[in-house]
């Protein structure tokens, strides 16, 4: 927080979506004790999708303004533009969350955001149609467009996280999988470890059927 009251942001995620992040985004807004931005919130805050859609483009975006009401930030958007992120906030640690391999993110991924995005708005939903907008923009910046291309996703996919290990400092970045639990977070943040267990949810089975792929 900062020391006129308001939010800032105090960690950066730049993994990619199906790493963890809404288990990620649950644990932060325990330990920090405000709302971690993911793309549930783009959802929820329809206003905010001219913005990110922007930001997808390469156009300059007031972060510091868009993201004032939270504290930290995980998944898409804001992992596909880590690199602005990271020179908003600074003073944030970078939290660089993956699966154990590529295949593994991939068999993810694939079952879940990546179909989620292709199904049509019901009665021309105008809201639905800008945010679809936004996400392809989105998977073009981040993972080429061709979702169909397995061998070339995966290939963004460590190009993603090479990039972010040799771009942010190593006194900055901090790295998770699912199954790390507290430990990697709570150090990013310099907090103790909750005696409470760490938040796991959003399955593959849980998404699919939220999304209604099931």
């Not at 900062?2 to 809404?22: C, F, K, S, Y």
């Not at 507290?182 to 990013?188: D, R, S």
Request: glycine share 8%; aromatic share 8%; net charge negative.
């Amino acid at each position: 927080m900062r020391q006129d009251g308001r939010m800032t942001i105090q960690l950066i995620g730049a993994g990619l979506g199906r790493t963890g992040t809404m288990s990620l985004k649950l644990a932060l807004e325990q330990l920090l004790g405000g709302t971690c931005h993911h793309m549930m919130e783009v959802f929820g805050h329809p206003d905010e999708i001219p913005s990110w859609d922007a930001a997808m483009r390469g156009n300059d975006v007031d972060f510091p303004t868009l993201l004032q009401p939270y504290c930290a930030i995980v998944d898409y958007p804001g992992a596909a533009v880590w690199r602005e992120l990271a020179a908003a906030f600074p003073d944030a640690p970078v939290l660089l969350s993956t699966r154990s391999t590529p295949q593994v993110w991939w068999d993810s991924a694939s079952a879940t955001i990546f179909p989620s995005t292709q199904r049509e708005p019901d009665n021309g939903d105008e809201t639905w149609l800008a945010q679809r907008e936004m996400i392809s923009a989105l998977f073009e910046r981040s993972l080429g467009g061709d979702l169909t291309d397995a061998e070339a996703v995966m290939a963004a996919y460590e190009a993603h996280n090479a990039a972010v290990r040799a771009e942010i400092a190593p006194e900055r970045l901090f790295e998770y999988q699912p199954g790390d639990d507290w430990g990697p977070i709570c150090a990013a943040l310099g907090l103790p470890e909750p005696a409470e267990p760490f938040p796991h949810t959003n399955t593959r089975e849980e998404f699919r059927s939220r999304a209604g792929l099931d």
